[in-house]
């Protein structure tokens, strides 16, 4: 069902590609990405062949003799050498049949993709709209300020934003630790980006480098601390799909995603920012400006879209590493998606579903960036797809 | 025009440096399109002569100029340097060539590599060639070719490019290009970049080098009071073909090929007498990828008739030394004046 | 204490028991500790005067690992697993709190007297979950499949004619006969061996994946890989309180997996979740004195943590080798960074359980003596601790490999990977020295496969390749009698076996900790159908059939 | 006479920069009538771009102004919020230099054109498309409907200049300022541009400030020329009076500088010596001084101002070129082969 | 702050001078505007240094310093307490000092960093330089290999190459580096694709010049700054990716101590040892914020668009 609902939307976005960029574009594409995968699932054959350890044994654990062994080994044809592996996998993986995602027992690639796929869809899928709800908005915000004269604040109202702070935290009952550092820097905070300018730049960017210079696994933990046992506002009770409702499915997810975001957004946010900034030196902001335009309307009518293109770019390369945010994101969360089946069947040695699964991240990865280009040709008229950016 | 013809060849001549021969360049323009940036063009260059090279934006001057110089190697035709075909060169046959043909470009800042001090700039062209081991030499060399171009050696070489104006920064390139001893110079929209009161510096600079040095110069620009004053013959192109080609001041004064004198109609001077055969230009330049047949200017000019629409005009000598190419060549008796205001 | 009512043994024999597992996040510490008797008393009587049961209720439970396959004769069913089959399928026979073997789905169960043959009669009127009778020939299918199947089928190696020797009397009554005396046979059926399981499971092709089908108090709904077991009351079921209510009390339990010990605990910490299971050793004195729900009481058999050594390759081929390095472990301080308040082993059995004794001999912390005696036989260039790459584990290593250098003068390298080589290593013997858990099964003729030389070439259970004439006859000898006193002599002589030979490096008694949340009642509560308490909890195992919330 | 449409009275700008203060303006006075054209030349940096946008209120915040901007007797620097919004854009309109990159790559013509429209005037999508149209039409633009949809890099140079024309009348300005409208152009393209602003201009009875470099191109279509030099004007007159009789120095030394297609080729040139004084740090006195072949003592020590001399033409030098006094200096300076202002005249080489 | 004081005053009426053309003209009074947060970057310099100082003097005068001791020492009397004045981090799971152990943990931790971007920016910024002045099949390669590695996720590949090869201090440092080059790869070849198409470029060919002596005596030079920030900016990404792997217990093998054991570490009884995680995640913050912002101002100031490494 996922599956096929998958396979038509990559069917149906695969029309569009060859619609918007034709038949030669697609081809050629198709060439490359073919190369590419090929290269990828080879290698990690050729890898996961070097990894000591022994897939049957493995999966047999304490019960293996050497006759199961055997058994086990001739049934996965792992007796026959790298090239002759690779070529089964590939045959089967062609044929539709993923393979076993558990040998012992027998669970399919499919079934396990059907239970934790949209699991790992849904986080990804929520973290990154966590991320550009974050970065969106507050990058422009904050290339917009980077050349403006900041607005007149008293500076009085400092030890009153300072106070509120304190209070606030001590009926909040926040830890003191935590009340000394935030009573400082809220206040700072909530002043500099009232004041705007350059210094509600600064404010933005730096808060964007200090996250991009935590660790996720530290943001995750903290934020487990806080919010699931010190609060009760996220249950850990792992996922809950729609069929449970809307609001359980939300409550279940909403926390990984947002540490999964957060580690995203960083990068977004940057990116959005430099662009912008760039883009409003452009000779044709201060036309338009000359025009009489408001200042709204050029940073969204005519800086937003072409200053999305690195973002696109960056996002389409960095599609496939945000499985490393995932895995510890879901780690911590005990969120069962594809991220810890992964790092799961890594450990059971299952290396006939790993090579399907980098295989499908491959995929994913060069059909996301083969989207992006055909994007890129609507969102800058002047790129043609397949020029070399 | 727009016409092609070995006509404007002077073989008659032996101080010939540079002979060229239905150069053609031709890009790749994706989905299997070709840019047609010249087609066809042939000219020649006498030793100590200085060539000048006007034309409308992307009429393919600075094709052929970097053709000239195997930068890149053109599609066809032939390059004939001081008795040899450069075309045919390979490798480091070629590069041993290099010396003697340099170029100046046209922005000065980005000419220069920002890294480097000046005296490194300068002294690359010895360092790659490595004439002599003996470092006096080549600070010799280095001061000397400095001082030449009016800058202090003491002061300038040990400087760094960004911390020198345009008009300078221009100065180092020119210094750059001399310090191998070239024979043939190509000079790419040198002043285009520069202020007037600079532009000026460089034209009497190059003027100097010419004949300090012996120098023969390819000289491109779109400014043809600039072109004028720096050239014995002028060359006008239009979308990768030779319209006319003829001593400048005959040119200026008897321009025959209607691109010519559309072209010397646009210079912004009060009172132009050309000024109405400017109106023609309005129309708008086709598109180098798919030029029109015939005479390729018959789609802007108010002469074209069917001829010039099929046939393409050749190369003919109107006047002693002055070539044109085109049907309906307008020559009179009375040499036209446009009157500085 | 060591009463002699403590003397009994546990459900699980088989041979997966208790392999490991030093594997997962658990590190092996205990906590705060208390004689698992006294504990267990008067935590049962609380139980019993609370309020009477309430029906219904879903339970919510943490187990540390997910089960590999349902299909038990080949599966590698740990705690978790076990916890969740009890909840499923019920034993042929129980081993009650003093240590006996009762029958439980059986009416009767009678060894001849030199215990080759057994008499299994099974109780009337009982249905499997998809309605099908529970019957002899049930049984027999059962037994049958559990022999052949690859770990089962070493507990049962000695049965005459193999799975044929299991045989159908008549409609309820099935004799099993063996080549050799096999006193144990009851304890195993209190075990894995001993789940009856139905045969349209057995019969399923596929039932390495499918859900299990046998006769417990709850039925297998839903089994969603590494996310949740969902059971739920089996309104059929054949047991009822004493007071005549149907059991089990509860209308649903949903198992949940969680590996991280620390993502368990921070579960329960929010209130998500109903019942764990832990043995981490830093997590103890939480449970105990911070935690604000309820813990249940913790049997006597516990399992040993302890060094396991290599004794088929070399150094520790070499017993002066072994001492040698016993002499420069310092245990104590071992005790005090990793297992603070836990006690010291010496031996493989816990005080209170069958063969403990107090000092069995085991060479005690002596740097200089260690070290003579290295300069006699020569060091090895140097010494590999393998470790699973999990951080408390790793610490425990780095312990160790610290105490071995700057004791005696040793080079340790410490070689870390991930879980699932632990096992193979351990299996195909491509190892020095492992820390590990086991044992502590309350009966020593229960640990026959991990000590038998039978059990020590090419992939082996005896992880620890131990091969000794002296310990192959002792582990015989219990299998010959079910007298506890013999037992507990035939155990002690083990015991001084292993402490003269060093084949392991014993450390300290495991810990575990099943804390339960506020309002669950009876967790591991079970009686037995003569009235008397069944002996539950051995090693985190779960019994919920009594449990109830309210 | 009546006050004139845009007044700018000692007008002074600096930036702000890490290096320090940029002085781009200093003292510069601009008054210009309704309907006339005012070209302003001078070499790059001497603050005529910095001029115009300080009137287009274009300047970044790093920029720190002072004088007075009045544009039909309203104090530009100090405009009603409500009246702001509709000002810029609307009454005085601005043309960039580089047709290239003043329309956003990434929006169609049509609507770049319409959008000050809708927005300053409210017209409605149809109105709008209907004057961007004709607003086309005007501009020389064939087949208006389909440019409207089109792409800017689907246009050539001229033809984008001649939107970015369309969409400053859009809005039918009193004043179009014209910042080099034609550098990034051909000569011949640049004539038909030129010929179209005036067009325009004539029907429309706009006032224009016409910035360019090129003499010749102020010369034929201004009626007034200012000529800048290191933030300030040297010279302002009539385009016809200028030419004949330029009285600064430095307008003198720019036409020299010249070539010109009536001299026969190898004309030599004369150029001005040295460069343009750094903004970061001017010297006392004339800022032309150092490279002024009529330097005396006196033009090093303050700064001259802008003194009338005749019926619009006014000049900022102690030494007017003609005057009895400057041809003494100049004497002076060539006998002594050095200006007081230590300009070696007889030097070809540039000493760094 | 004051509004006096801010750097972006703007565009304010200037109280209306006395109007004297004739006059030298004063010039306008001007704020001095900092270069953009100027005084952090000091401050972000200023940190790096005092990191890596102490971390040298650690290393040669060893537990003479001030409040530093052996990290390894064991106290049994002192497990996991929080911080004191004899022990400002606190203590560890065998009662060792913390602060000591964040000192040494940072030798390693930026050692790692350190050579991972320094053999990254070597390779990767060569394989960037071929295929960006080459182009043709060199930069096919080089693409075909950016991209498939970009296409696998750097964890599983760690994962891989650690399980195949042991987790030597080596192999790790192989292992994150075989990530880092992509990317850098990437930077490089755009920074490169952009200065060879430069006209000082075309005028060392036009000279006789080599190619590989232009790529490596024009092209090279004006990659460097692009580089040397992305230096920078790798090193703190490495800090935090070496944490991250620290954490899934796929780092460098016990006992050697890294900022990512001593958090990880102290993740495992997170409850009681909150300052195990948070004080040494402070000095990796610090430090990686430190990084990040002196690659990010060495960035802007050498004009660099940035790229996306992230
Ligand atoms: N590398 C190239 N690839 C594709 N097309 C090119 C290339 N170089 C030049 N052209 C095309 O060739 C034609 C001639 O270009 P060229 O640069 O020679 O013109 P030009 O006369 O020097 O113009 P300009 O005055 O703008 O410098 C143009 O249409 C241009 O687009
Ligand atoms: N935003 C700014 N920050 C700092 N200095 C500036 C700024 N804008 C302009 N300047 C400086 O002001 C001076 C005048 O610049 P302006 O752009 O007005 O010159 P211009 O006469 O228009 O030159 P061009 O012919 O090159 O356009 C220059 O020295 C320039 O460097
Ligand atoms: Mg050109
Ligand atoms: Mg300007």
């Known amino acids: 069902m996922v599956l096929a609902l998958i396979l038509i939307a990559f069917a149906i976005l695969a029309i569009w590609v060859v619609r918007v960029a034709g038949w030669r574009f697609a081809l050629q594409r198709l060439g490359g990405s073919s190369l590419i995968i090929v290269l990828v699932t080879f290698a990690t054959t050729w890898l996961l062949r070097q990894v000591p350890g022994d897939p049957c044994l493995t999966a047999l654990g304490t019960g293996a003799n050497q006759e199961a062994v055997d058994l086990c080994r001739l049934e996965r044809g792992l007796d026959k050498n790298v090239f002759a592996q690779y070529w089964s996998w590939a045959r089967d993986v062609l044929s539709g049949d993923l393979g076993f995602a558990f040998y012992k027992n027998r669970e399919t690639l499919s079934n396990v993709l059907q239970a934790r796929g949209p699991r790992s869809f849904w986080l990804f899928v929520y973290g990154q709209t966590i991320a550009l709800l974050i970065s969106v908005p507050l990058g422009i915000w904050s290339a917009y300020q980077a050349n403006r004269v900041p607005r007149k604040i008293p500076v009085w109202l400092l030890p009153i934003f300072l106070v509120a702070t304190l209070a606030l935290a001590i009926t909040g009952g926040w830890t003191l630790s935590a009340i000394i550092v935030l009573a400082v820097l809220v206040p700072l905070a909530i002043f500099y980006g009232l004041r705007g300018g350059p210094a509600g730049d600064a404010l933005v960017n730096t808060s964007a480098f200090a996250l991009l210079s935590i660790p996720v696994f530290v943001i995750g933990e903290t934020f487990r601390y806080i919010f699931a046992i010190e609060r009760d506002w996220y249950d850990l009770i792992g996922y809950r799909s729609w069929g449970d409702g809307v609001g359980a499915h939300l409550s279940s997810v909403w926390l990984p995603a947002l540490v999964l975001g957060l580690s995203v957004t960083p990068v977004y946010l940057r990116l959005l920012r430099s662009d912008m900034i760039q883009n409003l030196q452009q000779d044709f902001v201060a036309v338009a400006k000359a025009k009489g335009m408001s200042n709204r309307h050029i940073l969204f009518r005519h800086v937003l879209r072409p200053s999305t293109l690195t973002l696109l770019t960056v996002a389409g390369l960095n599609i496939a590493q945000i499985i490393n945010g995932a895995i510890v994101v879901e780690f911590i969360y005990d969120y069962d998606g594809m991220g810890s089946y992964l790092i799961a069947a890594v450990a059971r040695r299952e290396f006939f579903p790993i090579q399907t699964l980098v295989a499908l991240v491959a995929a994913l990865f060069v059909f996301a960036n083969t989207l992006i280009d055909v994007v890129y040709t609507t969102v800058d008229p002047r790129v043609s797809a397949g020029d070399d950016k | ?341 | 204490g060591s009463s002699g009512g403590d003397e009994e043994s546990t459900g699980g024999d088989d041979p997966e028991d208790e392999e490991v597992e030093t594997g997962g996040d658990e590190e092996e510490t205990g906590g705060d500790e208390e004689t698992g008797g006294d504990e267990e008393e008067t935590g049962g009587e609380e139980e019993a005067m609370a309020d009477g049961p309430s029906m219904g209720g879903d339970l919510s439970v943490l187990v540390e690992a997910e089960s590999d396959t349902w299909d038990i004769p080949g599966a590698n069913c740990a705690v978790s697993c076990i916890s969740v089959m009890n909840a499923v399928a019920d034993n042929l026979t129980m081993i009650n709190e003093n240590n006996e073997v009762e029958p439980f789905l059986l009416e009767s169960y009678e060894p001849n007297a030199d215990f080759t043959e057994y008499t299994l009669v099974m109780r009337e009127g009982i249905t499997f979950h998809d309605g099908t009778p529970a019957d002899g020939a049930a049984v027999q299918r059962s037994l049958q499949e559990m022999a052949k199947g690859l770990l089962q089928g070493q507990v049962l190696v000695d049965l005459v004619d193999g799975p044929d020797s299991i045989v159908l009397v008549d409609d309820m009554t099935v004799t099993v006969t063996f080549s050799v005396p096999f006193a144990t046979f009851g304890r195993n059926l209190a075990g894995r061996t001993g789940w009856l399981i139905a045969p349209s499971f057995w019969d399923d092709p596929e039932r390495a994946g499918a859900l299990m089908v046998a006769t417990g108090p709850f039925t297998m709904d839903e089994w969603s890989r590494d996310e949740q077991t969902v059971l739920s009351k089996n309104a059929d079921y054949w047991r009822s309180d004493a007071d005549g209510n149907q059991l089990p009390y509860l209308d649903s339990i949903t198992f949940r997996p969680v590996p991280d010990v620390s993502t368990r605990r921070a579960t329960m910490e929010s209130g998500d979740a109903d019942v764990n299971i832990d043995s981490f050793g830093e997590n103890l004195d939480f449970w105990d004195n911070q935690w604000t729900g309820n813990v249940a009481p913790p049997p006597a058999s516990r399992e040993t943590t302890y060094l396991l050594l290599n004794n088929g390759a070399p150094p520790f081929d070499n017993p002066d080798f072994r001492r040698a390095i016993a002499l420069c472990t310092d245990r104590d301080e071992y005790l005090a960074f990793r297992a603070p308040g836990n006690a010291l082993a010496n031996g493989p059995f816990a005080e209170g359980d069958l063969g403990f004794i107090d000092d069995p001999g085991f060479p005690a912390f002596d740097p200089a003596a260690g070290s003579a005696l290295l300069d006699e036989i020569g060091r090895p260039e140097e010494l590999i601790y393998g470790t699973t790459n999990v951080p408390s584990n790793l610490l425990t290593a780095e312990l160790f490999a610290e105490q071995w250098a700057t004791n005696c003068g040793l080079t340790v390298n410490i070689d870390q990977f991930d879980q699932s080589e632990l096992i193979t290593k351990a299996i195909g013997g491509a190892f020095q020295v492992f820390l590990w858990r086991n044992h502590g099964q309350a009966h020593p003729g229960l640990e026959y496969v991990w000590w038998h030389s039978r059990h020590a070439s090419g992939l082996a259970l005896n992880f620890g390749r131990i091969i000794n004439e002296d310990m192959d006859a002792l582990l015989q000898q219990t299998w010959a009698t079910e007298d506890l006193g013999e037992l507990d002599a035939l155990g002690q002589d083990i015991n001084r076996l292993f402490a003269e030979n060093v084949h392991n490096i014993w450390l300290n008694t495991t810990e575990w900790r099943t804390p339960y949340a506020e309002g669950v009642h009876n967790v591991n509560g079970l009686t037995l159908p003569s009235g008397s308490k069944g002996l539950t909890g051995t090693a985190g195992r779960l019994t919920l059939e009594e449990t109830w919330k309210g | 006479m009546s006050e004139p449409q845009l007044k700018v009275e000692d007008l002074r700008v600096a930036f702000a920069t890490p290096r320090g203060s940029v002085q781009a303006i200093d003292g510069l006075n601009i008054s210009l009538e309704q309907g006339e054209t005012l070209a302003i030349v001078g070499e790059s940096g001497s603050g005529k771009s910095v001029t115009v946008r300080t009137v287009m209120n274009l300047l970044p915040s790093t920029a720190s102004i002072e004088g007075n901007i009045t544009f039909d007797g309203l104090d530009l620097r100090n405009v009603p919020k409500d009246r702001a919004k509709h000002l810029w854009g609307v009454d005085v309109a601005m043309i960039f230099q580089d047709p290239m990159t003043s329309l956003n790559p990434v929006k169609r013509i049509g609507s770049q054109i319409t959008e000050s429209m809708r927005y300053h005037l409210k017209y409605s999508k149809g109105q709008a498309k209907a004057k961007a149209i004709e607003l086309l039409t005007q501009v020389g633009i064939p087949e208006p409907e389909k440019r409207m949809r089109q792409y800017p890099h689907e246009l050539s140079g001229g033809m984008r200049q001649r939107v970015v024309i369309a969409m400053a009348l859009a809005c039918e300005p009193k004043l179009l300022i014209a910042d080099e409208p034609t550098t990034a152009l051909d000569v011949t393209v640049q004539k038909h541009i030129l010929d179209l602003l005036g067009e325009l201009q004539r029907e429309r009875g706009m006032s224009m400030i016409l910035i360019t470099h090129d003499l010749g191109v102020a010369g034929g279509r201004a009626d007034q020329i200012a000529v800048m030099y290191a933030g300030r004007i040297m010279e302002e007159a009539p385009a016809s009076t200028i030419f004949s009789s330029m009285r600064h120095p430095y307008t003198e030394a720019l036409f020299e500088s010249i070539p010109s297609v009536s001299d026969p080729s190898h004309t030599r040139l004369t150029p001005i010596p040295g460069r343009p004084p750094d903004l970061l740090n001017l010297p006392t006195g004339c800022r032309y001084a150092a490279r002024c072949r009529y330097a005396q003592v006196s033009c090093t020590e303050a700064l001259p101002s802008l003194e009338s001399i005749g019926t619009n033409h006014s000049v900022a030098c102690y030494l007017p070129v003609g005057s009895s006094a400057a041809i003494d200096a100049r004497a002076q300076n060539e006998a002594a082969g050095v200006t007081a202002a230590g300009l070696d005249l007889h030097s070809n080489m540039e000493i760094l | 702050m004051s509004d006096t004081t801010d750097p972006g005053v703007g565009t304010q009426a200037f109280p209306s001078t006395p109007k004297v053309p004739s006059a030298p003209s004063k010039p306008i009074k001007v704020p001095r505007r900092s270069g953009g947060g100027n005084w952090l970057f000091r401050l972000a310099a200023a940190w790096l240094i005092f990191i890596i100082s102490v971390t040298i003097l650690f290393a040669i005068f060893g537990d003479a310093l001030p409040l530093l001791s052996d990290p390894t020492l064991k106290d049994a009397s002192a497990i996991k307490q929080g911080p004191s004045w004899e022990h400002p981090f606190g203590t560890a799971t065998f009662g060792q000092d913390v602060l000591s152990r964040v000192v040494e943990g940072g030798k390693i931790s930026l050692f790692v960093a350190t050579v991972v971007t320094a053999i990254g920016i070597f390779v990767g910024g060569a394989m960037g330089l071929l295929a960006g002045y080459y182009r043709g099949w060199v930069d096919t390669v080089v693409r075909l290999l950016v991209n498939t590695t970009l296409s696998i996720p750097a964890l599983l590949l760690v994962i891989f190459i650690v399980a195949v090869r042991s987790q030597s201090l080596a192999n790790v440092i192989f292992a994150v580096t075989l990530l880092a080059i992509p990317a850098l790869a990437r930077i490089v070849r755009a920074s490169t694709l952009q200065v060879a198409d430069r006209e000082y470029v075309k005028a060392a060919e036009v000279l006789g010049a080599k190619r590989s002596s232009i790529l490596i005596r024009e092209v090279l030079p004006n990659v460097m700054p692009t580089l040397i920030s992305f230096a920078f900016l790798t090193t703190g990404i490495i800090l935090v990716a070496e944490s991250t792997l620290s954490f899934l217990g796929l780092s460098v093998e016990a006992p050697t101590i890294t900022w990512g054991s001593i958090i990880s570490e102290g993740r495992i009884s997170f409850a009681e040892t909150p300052h195990m995680v948070f004080l040494p995640a402070l000095v990796l913050f610090l430090t990686v914020l430190s990084l990040n912002f002196v690659g990010d101002q060495l960035l802007k100031r050498y004009d660099i668009k940035e790229a996306a490494i992230g």
């Open chain 2, 1 to 341: 025009m727009a016409g092609s013809g070995h006509a404007p060849l002077r073989d008659d001549r032996d101080d010939i440096l540079i002979r060229v021969k239905d150069l053609v360049m031709e890009f790749p323009a994706g989905g299997g399109k070709v840019v047609h940036a010249v087609s066809g063009v042939t000219f020649d260059v006498a030793e100590g002569e200085t060539l000048g090279l006007v034309g409308e934006s992307g009429s393919g001057k600075s094709t052929t100029a970097k053709a000239v110089i195997q930068l890149p190697r053109p599609t066809s035709g032939s390059v004939w340097f001081r008795g040899q075909e450069l075309t045919e060169l390979k490798g480091e046959a070629l590069r041993k060539v290099r010396p003697e043909l340099q170029m100046i470009f046209q922005d000065p800042i980005s000419s220069l590599n920002p890294r480097r001090k000046v005296s490194d700039v300068v002294g690359e062209g010895i360092r790659v060639w490595g004439g002599s081991t003996d470092g006096q030499f080549t600070e010799a060399r280095i001061n000397e070719i400095l001082e030449a171009v009016g800058l202090d050696p003491k002061i300038a070489g040990e400087r760094y490019p960004h911390e020198f104006s345009g008009g300078q920064a221009q100065r180092i390139s020119v210094a750059r290009s001399l310090v191998l001893d070239p024979k043939v110079i190509v000079c790419d929209e040198p002043v285009s970049a520069l202020d007037v009161s600079v532009q000026a510096q460089i034209l009497n600079l190059l003027e100097d080098m010419k004949e300090r040095y012996g120098l023969t110069l390819l000289f491109i620009s779109h400014d043809l009071s600039v072109v004028k004053n720096i050239s014995d013959r002028v060359a006008v192109m239009y979308l990768g073909k030779l319209c006319e080609i003829s001593p400048s001041d005959e040119l200026y004064a008897n321009p025959a090929h209607p691109y010519t004198r559309a072209l010397l109609g646009a210079i912004p001077e009060p009172d132009n007498p050309l000024a109405a055969e400017a109106e023609t230009l309005s129309g708008e330049l086709p598109s180098p990828i798919t030029p029109p047949p015939g005479c390729r200017f018959h789609t802007r000019c108010k002469y074209a008739t069917d001829k010039c629409r099929e046939d393409e005009p050749q190369m003919e000598e109107i006047r002693p030394d002055h070539f044109v190419a085109c049907w309906h060549p307008v020559i009179t008796d009375n040499p036209v004046t446009i009157k500085a205001s």
